[in-house]
């Protein structure tokens, strides 16, 4: 029966969790799986949104070269379903605010008590404004050559940049792809899908034929958690934290491509460092809650 002002949620008791995170790609996941095997009672919120949800296939991580992150995402929230203390839900966290000595998050309009927050949401790409560019996507375009560059081996690419790390990047490249061939975006007119790669039309009205682009699109974090949680940025945009993912708001912590320790130039955007980022940040949820 509803009380009288009808508010059945003040008297409904908030759920207490020693850490919920928000973010179920690889950096969530991880710390879900390390939260989970130290028996803490977590909540894991994912979104469905994936930075890398056009790639069909990840590379660089030991065991996993090549297999789809999206099996990998499946594949890791198996894993995590045999810890009864990680609940997994699809759903996005609308609002975090410290209250009463917790933090409190807000999911689907219900709010919910925690001692600690990893925020693992990710990053959007915006890339550039090149017609047919888009549709190639995590396929034959990319933007990280230790993820995608050995699949083009023994065939030209294109660096298509127009930054200062443009010569280093076809630096990297050179012992990798048979010609590296550096092509200011604005040179581009569109880029068209051919057989076993791409064909690059240039405003010259030239046409540069190769396997596969690098491109540096503009990245910003995913949503906007992260200006209502109110925590210090670095110059790159990214979260500051410490080396365990510690952000300037007690008990939040930011891991994955959101988040720059300050002895990093700039995030780290890799599978790996993510993946470990997660197992450290909940390393020291763990510790935190066991502090005297």
Request: glycine share 10%; with cysteine.
């Amino acid at each position: 029966m509803k009380s009288h002002d009808g508010s059945e949620r003040k008297r409904k008791e908030l759920i207490v969790y020693d850490a919920i995170i928000i973010g179920g790609g690889p950096a969530g996941l991880q710390a879900a799986l390390t939260l989970g095997r130290m028996h803490r009672r977590t909540l894991l919120l994912d979104s469905g949104e994936y930075r890398n949800a056009t790639v069909r296939h990840a590379h660089n991580l030991l065991t996993n070269d090549g297999r789809d992150p999206a099996e990998l995402r499946c594949l890791a929230r198996a894993e995590i379903a045999a810890y009864d203390t990680v609940e997994t839900r699809d759903a996005v966290a609308t609002d975090v605010a410290s209250v009463e000595g917790a933090l409190r998050v807000v999911v689907d309009g219900e709010e919910h008590r925690t001692h600690a927050v990893i925020v693992a949401t990710g990053v959007a790409d915006e890339l550039p404004a090149i017609p047919g560019l888009a549709e190639h996507w995590g396929d034959t375009v990319a933007n990280c050559p230790f993820c995608h560059g050995h699949e083009f081996a023994g065939r030209p690419v294109a660096v298509v940049n127009g930054s200062d790390h443009a010569s280093a990047l076809a630096r990297m490249l050179d012992p990798v792809a048979s010609e590296v061939h550096v092509v200011d975006p604005a040179a581009v007119r569109e880029v068209v899908g051919r057989p076993g790669g791409l064909r690059l039309d240039l405003d010259d009205g030239s046409a540069l034929e190769v396997a596969g682009a690098f491109v540096a699109p503009t990245w910003r974090p995913r949503g906007d958690l992260l200006e209502r949680i109110g925590v210090q940025r670095q110059d790159s945009g990214a979260v500051r934290t410490d080396p365990f993912g510690r952000t300037s708001v007690e008990g939040v912590y930011a891991v994955g491509d959101i988040a720059q320790p300050d002895h990093l130039p700039g995030p780290l955007f890799s599978l790996a460092a993510a993946i470990a980022g997660g197992q450290l940040a909940a390393v020291a949820v763990v510790q935190s809650l066991v502090a005297p």
